[in-house]
């Protein structure tokens, strides 16, 4: 497969396609004399520039009409190997055709871009010890593992909270489909977040595992992909793009807390690892496994119709308690801080204990609301939040675009006490320094995190008892299972559950019950306060009673009711422009030409601004695009993305199935 000197020495031709959105191939001719294999990358001029590309054809003869002269040379081939796979290019086609993109800009969200190979192979992550072994299964675990090896192609959720069990059930599942002779998949949402988990399966694995993340420099991505062509590795665990890797024969695809959003791309193609997965079991005959202590709403409408099997993991093998959610109202409460947990925080530290403080990643800090009563203004077409622009003095939606004036008295209860609201880390940092200027404290976030060894510096404080409270964002949950820890407060539970999007409700349910359900674990002694605006809200009563099934019967009959997914299908269009009304024209152009030719069940919502309206100097606006189901919704708009000339400085971007109207 490697370079090859051609038989007859002749000219050969390469079909090549580029990272581009033009969706075809290009001829060029190989180097005299060599042969380059489909699957390899070579640089050649695109127009007047060089450019990367990927050998997806080779031909004898010159294109139809052209001279063998007229056809350009390419500048040099980039590889000796082929990067494909034995799938590749009809997986590409296929997430070209599903997520609206060209096969060129498939092949690039799939495949490695490094040049060259480190010549050291260093272990892809760390040292690891020597083989982990695995335990003896409890009596759910061994049904739950029968039921996943019963079927060489099925598909099975292993719903269960964290501490159940659940990562020893996919290793033993990966055990089995590698003895069967069949390669494996393990993959996880953000490696930063999951790391016993990758560790755990390179400990089981040695060197027959790939690991696959973001923070691998392009050439060790590269040379753990030719591991993985080359079959000496054959068990993969990895976050999103994982997905892609080139296993052959796979027998099993794991995918860890399925519910992640990061499992989404937020960028173009925007496919969903969990989708490309259901793709390649079927193709490939895999078995397919999610497993998660808070499923999507997608996958618990699959359980409860019966057409995906759910396997219940009730125990907690590591030990640890159902934890104690304690809810306090914010209602009337002046400070981010409230007296309720101001008071646990100085009873933790007169007893020489640690806390937490976990605020939202993503909180909208503009929602306007009743700070009496907690009530929120939402958008009398689309039951949507309504977006506070303080600018502008008006209340958005960010779905359908109505827009109307900020109420002077609250339409629930009459109070004048009406505003916006929201607090973020650095609100929070000033008031615990001002009220508790005894206590330490340190900060995990974004910031923190961009720092080269900085979120390793601050947990090793915080497990050696140097810093009393630790505050930020997702990343906070690493410092869960140290011993010291006593009190885990969630900051504003609300900050989700007010963004202007359909999967609030579910995305503030899994956050709060999943880092309950991680205190549970890890600090069983201690106990949870929950600061709210809507203590009586659904969400947070099931959330702190840690009732899934109850959140979720409530939760679809409002999605079903509302024509939400999994009850309907969206695709997004998202237009940026320098120029706003760039951007309103593209948009209301092409909401015009989609009212033509979508199905008669579709509808169109928008065009509006997105919430986060302007980015890096950028106006965004969309046009959201709903069906019952995706068949025709996706023909059509494919058919008008082919046709739809954007005016001059107006850039469009497609969302299928999006997680996020953001
Ligand atoms: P989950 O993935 O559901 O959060 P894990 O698989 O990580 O749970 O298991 C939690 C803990 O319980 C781990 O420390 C693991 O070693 C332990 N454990 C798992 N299965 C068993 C078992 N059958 N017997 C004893 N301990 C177990
Ligand atoms: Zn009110
Ligand atoms: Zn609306």
């Given at each position: 497969m490697s370079l090859q000197p051609s038989e007859d020495g002749g000219p050969a031709f390469l079909e090549v396609v580029f990272p581009i959105p033009l969706d075809r191939a290009f001829t060029y001719r190989a180097p005299p004399g060599l042969s380059v294999p489909v699957g390899c990358r070579v640089e050649a001029l695109l127009g007047t520039r060089k450019a990367a590309g990927w050998v997806v054809g080779q031909a004898r003869t010159p294109p139809e009409g052209l001279e063998e002269g007229a056809v350009k040379p390419i500048l040099r081939p980039l590889d000796t190997e082929p990067l494909f796979g034995p799938g590749t290019p009809e997986l590409a086609a296929w997430l070209a055709g599903m997520y609206l993109c060209s096969r060129g800009e498939a092949l690039a969200a799939m495949l490695p871009s490094g040049r060259r190979e480190p010549s050291e192979p260093s272990p892809p992550f760390e040292d690891y010890p020597p083989l982990g072994r695995s335990v003896t299964l409890s009596s759910e675990q061994e049904f739950a593992l029968s039921r996943i090896l019963a079927d060489p192609s099925g598909r099975k959720y292993l719903y269960g909270t964290t501490g159940s069990g659940k990562t020893e059930v996919f290793l033993q599942a990966a055990e089995a489909t590698l003895k069967e002779g069949r390669g494996v998949l393990y993959l996880v949402p953000e490696i930063a977040l999951t790391r016993q988990v990758v560790e755990a399966v390179s400990r089981r694995f040695g060197d027959r595992c790939a690991v696959l993340h973001?923070?691998?420099?392009?050439?060790?991505?590269?040379?753990?992909?030719?591991?993985?062509?080359?079959?000496?590795?054959?068990?993969?665990?990895?976050?999103?793009?994982?997905?892609?890797?080139?296993?052959?024969?796979?027998?099993?695809?794991?995918?860890?807390?399925?519910?992640?959003?990061?499992?989404?791309?937020?960028?173009?193609?925007?496919?969903?690892?969990?989708?490309?997965?259901?793709?390649?079991?079927?193709?490939?005959?895999?078995?397919?496994?999610?497993?998660?202590?808070?499923?999507?709403?997608?996958?618990?409408?699959?359980?409860?119709?019966?057409?995906?099997?759910?396997?219940?993991?009730?125990?907690?093998?590591?030990?640890?308690?159902?934890?104690?959610?304690?809810?306090?109202?914010?209602?009337?409460?002046?400070?981010?801080?409230?007296?309720?947990?101001?008071?646990?925080?100085?009873?933790?530290?007169?007893?020489?204990?640690?806390?937490?403080?976990?605020?939202?990643?993503?909180?909208?800090?503009?929602?306007?609301?009743?700070?009496?009563?907690?009530?929120?203004?939402?958008?009398?077409?689309?039951?949507?939040?309504?977006?506070?622009?303080?600018?502008?003095?008006?209340?958005?939606?960010?779905?359908?675009?109505?827009?109307?004036?900020?109420?002077?008295?609250?339409?629930?209860?009459?109070?004048?006490?009406?505003?916006?609201?929201?607090?973020?880390?650095?609100?929070?940092?000033?008031?615990?320094?001002?009220?508790?200027?005894?206590?330490?404290?340190?900060?995990?976030?974004?910031?923190?995190?961009?720092?080269?060894?900085?979120?390793?510096?601050?947990?090793?404080?915080?497990?050696?008892?140097?810093?009393?409270?630790?505050?930020?964002?997702?990343?906070?949950?690493?410092?869960?299972?140290?011993?010291?820890?006593?009190?885990?407060?969630?900051?504003?539970?609300?900050?989700?559950?007010?963004?202007?999007?359909?999967?609030?409700?579910?995305?503030?349910?899994?956050?709060?019950?999943?880092?309950?359900?991680?205190?549970?674990?890890?600090?069983?002694?201690?106990?949870?306060?929950?600061?709210?605006?809507?203590?009586?809200?659904?969400?947070?009563?099931?959330?702190?009673?840690?009732?899934?099934?109850?959140?979720?019967?409530?939760?679809?009959?409002?999605?079903?009711?509302?024509?939400?997914?999994?009850?309907?299908?969206?695709?997004?269009?998202?237009?940026?422009?320098?120029?706003?009304?760039?951007?309103?024209?593209?948009?209301?152009?092409?909401?015009?030409?989609?009212?033509?030719?979508?199905?008669?069940?579709?509808e169109i919502l928008g065009p509006a601004e997105c919430p986060i309206a302007a980015m890096a100097g950028t106006f965004r606006l969309h046009v959201v695009l709903r069906a019952p189901s995706m068949g025709g919704l996706h023909r059509s708009v494919s058919g008008l993305l082919r046709d739809f000339e954007p005016p001059p400085d107006c850039r469009l971007e497609t969302d299928v199935d999006p997680v996020s109207l953001l």
């Amino acid at each position: 497969m490697s370079l090859q000197p051609s038989e007859d020495g002749g000219p050969a031709f390469l079909e090549v396609v580029f990272p581009i959105p033009l969706d075809r191939a290009f001829t060029y001719r190989a180097p005299p004399g060599l042969s380059v294999p489909v699957g390899c990358r070579v640089e050649a001029l695109l127009g007047t520039r060089k450019a990367a590309g990927w050998v997806v054809g080779q031909a004898r003869t010159p294109p139809e009409g052209l001279e063998e002269g007229a056809v350009k040379p390419i500048l040099r081939p980039l590889d000796t190997e082929p990067l494909f796979g034995p799938g590749t290019p009809e997986l590409a086609a296929w997430l070209a055709g599903m997520y609206l993109c060209s096969r060129g800009e498939a092949l690039a969200a799939m495949l490695p871009s490094g040049r060259r190979e480190p010549s050291e192979p260093s272990p892809p992550f760390e040292d690891y010890p020597p083989l982990g072994r695995s335990v003896t299964l409890s009596s759910e675990q061994e049904f739950a593992l029968s039921r996943i090896l019963a079927d060489p192609s099925g598909r099975k959720y292993l719903y269960g909270t964290t501490g159940s069990g659940k990562t020893e059930v996919f290793l033993q599942a990966a055990e089995a489909t590698l003895k069967e002779g069949r390669g494996v998949l393990y993959l996880v949402p953000e490696i930063a977040l999951t790391r016993q988990v990758v560790e755990a399966v390179s400990r089981r694995f040695g060197d027959r595992c790939a690991v696959l993340h973001s923070g691998l420099s392009p050439s060790r991505r590269l040379s753990e992909w030719r591991r993985i062509l080359s079959g000496k590795a054959d068990v993969v665990v990895g976050a999103r793009s994982a997905v892609f890797a080139p296993v052959a024969n796979l027998g099993l695809v794991v995918i860890d807390e399925e519910h992640e959003g990061s499992y989404k791309s937020g960028s173009s193609p925007r496919y969903h690892a969990r989708q490309v997965a259901m793709k390649r079991c079927a193709d490939e005959k895999a078995r397919l496994v999610l497993g998660s202590a808070t499923p999507s709403a997608e996958a618990w409408s699959l359980m409860s119709e019966g057409s995906l099997e759910r396997l219940n993991l009730t125990r907690r093998l590591a030990g640890g308690a159902p934890p104690v959610v304690e809810i306090v109202d914010m209602r009337g409460e002046g400070q981010a801080l409230s007296r309720r947990l101001a008071e646990e925080l100085a009873r933790v530290k007169s007893e020489g204990g640690q806390s937490i403080l976990f605020l939202n990643r993503r909180g909208f800090s503009y929602f306007f609301r009743c700070r009496s009563c907690g009530a929120e203004i939402r958008c009398r077409h689309c039951s949507v939040g309504l977006t506070y622009h303080k600018d502008r003095n008006r209340l958005l939606c960010h779905y359908c675009g109505y827009s109307e004036a900020p109420p002077r008295a609250c339409p629930d209860c009459g109070s004048l006490d009406v505003g916006w609201a929201g607090f973020g880390t650095e609100r929070v940092e000033e008031e615990l320094a001002a009220r508790f200027p005894g206590l330490s404290t340190a900060r995990l976030d974004a910031d923190t995190a961009a720092r080269k060894g900085e979120t390793a510096r601050i947990l090793d404080s915080f497990r050696d008892g140097k810093i009393d409270v630790l505050l930020g964002t997702q990343m906070v949950a690493k410092g869960l299972n140290f011993p010291g820890v006593k009190l885990v407060g969630i900051v504003l539970a609300d900050t989700t559950l007010n963004l202007p999007d359909f999967r609030a409700a579910e995305r503030t349910f899994s956050l709060v019950v999943q880092v309950a359900g991680r205190a549970g674990r890890f600090v069983p002694d201690g106990r949870v306060i929950l600061q709210t605006f809507r203590p009586e809200s659904p969400v947070m009563r099931f959330a702190a009673a840690q009732d899934v099934e109850g959140f979720y019967a409530a939760e679809l009959a409002a999605r079903r009711e509302l024509g939400f997914p999994p009850y309907s299908r969206i695709i997004r269009v998202v237009f940026r422009s320098r120029k706003a009304e760039r951007a309103w024209e593209g948009a209301r152009n092409f909401a015009r030409a989609a009212a033509r030719i979508l199905p008669a069940d579709a509808e169109i919502l928008g065009p509006a601004e997105c919430p986060i309206a302007a980015m890096a100097g950028t106006f965004r606006l969309h046009v959201v695009l709903r069906a019952p189901s995706m068949g025709g919704l996706h023909r059509s708009v494919s058919g008008l993305l082919r046709d739809f000339e954007p005016p001059p400085d107006c850039r469009l971007e497609t969302d299928v199935d999006p997680v996020s109207l953001l």
